[in-house]
């Protein structure tokens, strides 16, 4: 497969504190990668400073054959990547349609409001709802959705089950499951060990701000008392 996204060397820092230390990580079209880590380690940290949300930053980002170093936050879109972020982003006060409409497209390809409700059909039972409205669960398909929506190539998420119903972080992964399907490339955070195993390709293990360690789903049983020692899973 070829490499879409590839990053070398990243160090970003909040103010004074210096937070990634030369990060590198290769993401290849069409798989879906996960970051473990604990809590504190970097992984949401690394997730801003590929999007441009982090600007105080060093080191290499491709994405898609771009520098994406030079590229300022509002082009990241443009550029093929779209970012889902913790706290989801949905405007209370406008329906499920309207956030849903309000991005634009950025390429071609994008899925329509017919493929989006076919992934999602709470969104198309609460369409004329408001977000102040939605469960959490809701919020969540929404915002996925609503980058859909756009056209992007990569699909970045940063906690995606935080907080949700099991069976809504099943249903989350089955749209994983069907995105990589359809081509997609993904990229997520996600402390949900279980959840992480169903949907990803491969794995990077965070630790203070450096990736230590990268393997494939497959080699998941030779891991685990690694991971349990520094995850707890």
Known sequence: MTALLEVRGLNAWYGESHIL?????TVREGETVTILGRN???????????????????GQI?????????????RTARCGIGFVPEERGIFSTLSVME???????????GMSLDEIFEL????QERRNSQGTR??????QMLAIARILRTGVKLLILD???????????????????KLKERGMTVLLVEQNFRFASRVADRFYLMEHGQMVSEFKVEELPERMDMLHKVLGV
């Open 40 to 58: 504190g380690v970097g992984k949401t940290t690394t997730l801003r400073t590929l999007v441009g949300i982090v600007r105080a930053r060093k």
């Open 62 to 74: 491709v994405f898609n054959g771009t520098d994406m170093m030079k590229v300022p936050l509002h």
């Open 120 to 123: 999602f059909p709470n969104l």
């Open 21 to 25: 230390h030369g990060v590198d990580m």
């Open 134 to 139: 939605l469960s959490g669960g809701e919020q």
């Open 159 to 177: 906690e995606p089950t935080e907080g949700l119903a099991p069976v809504i972080v099943q249903r989350i992964g089955e749209v994983l499951k």
């Open 99 to 109: 956030n849903l409409m309000l991005p634009p497209q950025v390429a071609d390809g």
